[in-house]
């Protein structure tokens, strides 16, 4: 009996094949990076991870593919990957502003709590928005450790960089809330959702404080319900 072979069956290999060798041939460290920054804004971070794992095949020493990949890691649930690479990121000369927040988040991801007060605190950066962030990040990682002193100051030097720092305003209604001023932790909350309406830490945070602080449990689902909304996954 012949043995005949669809070629409709061959096809689909060849092509796959065929987009595999120019995928390989394509070494160009910088169009990876380039290609894994489009991946990064489309919030696709395993296909930017892949490209970066491979621009850093061809060019190890390359600080923005190790700074991206750090960032794409933490962003992918990776905080110990993270922190290795962005250190390296650091290690290769690239900028503290950039790299640092991102480094101390990943600490505090993996619950380094003291050592982020610790390498941290009286770290200053050179723009107002990452200095914001950091101190943001290290008045958390007081908060963590039950140091209130040590968080209000560092939540006040977050807010003293940038007053509408969106993470700082977060944990300074919080910090009203922890105290029972529940409707000035919602002022607060207020006060930035009108200015970014879909920030869901900031929604979430005001369903809490309406469902366990106000027993508004209908509010509070609404509020749950937007901050679902704004980040589906």
Known sequence: MKNTTNPWRIAPVALSIAMLLSACGNSDPQKMVESAREYLDKKDNAAAIIQL????????DLAEA????GKALLANGDPVGGQTELQKALDLGYAADEATPLLAR???????????TKNYSDVQLGS?????TLKTLVAVAWRQQ???????KSLQEALTAKPDHEPA????ARLKAAQRDFD?????????????????????LRGDILLYGKNEPDQALAAYRESAAARPK
Not at 53 to 60: I, V
């Open 53 to 60: 794992k491979n621009a850093l095949q061809e060019k190890p």
């Open 184 to 204: 000035g932790a919602l002022g607060v909350l207020a006060a930035l959702l009108a200015k970014s309406p879909t920030n869901e830490d900031a929604l979430k």
């Open 66 to 69: 190790r700074f991206l990949l």
């Open 106 to 116: 990943s600490r505090l991801a993996q619950g380094q709590f003291a050592e982020v």
């Open 169 to 172: 305003l977060i944990e300074q």
């Open 146 to 152: 039950g140091n209130q002193d040590a968080f209000q």
């Open 128 to 132: 107002a928005d990452a200095n914001a």
